[in-house]
């Protein structure tokens, strides 16, 4: 399973941690996906969505 949002379909963005002595080397930053449960379709069903969907008020919580 991929780290996605399925709602905005965000995924993880990499680059460079840089030191003091500016040595260089991989990173990357996940977006910050909780698992929920959602109302779809008159269905519950759990997926991944990022925090700012869920913010946004992109998706129905289900009870």
Known sequence: MARKCE?????PSFGN??????NKTRRR????LQRV???MN???K?????TR???AGKIQKAA
């Not at 941690?17 to 500016?22: E, L, P």
């Not at 930053?29 to 910050?32: A, E, G, T």
């Not at 759990?46 to 990022?50: H, K, L, N, S």
């Open 7 to 11: 709602v905005c379909e965000k995924i």
């Open 17 to 22: 941690s840089v030191s003091h002595a500016n």
């Open 29 to 32: 930053w996940n977006p910050n």
């Open 37 to 39: 449960k959602v109302v």
């Open 42 to 44: 008159k269905t519950t």
């Open 46 to 50: 759990t997926i991944r969505v990022c």
């Open 53 to 55: 969907c869920i913010k």
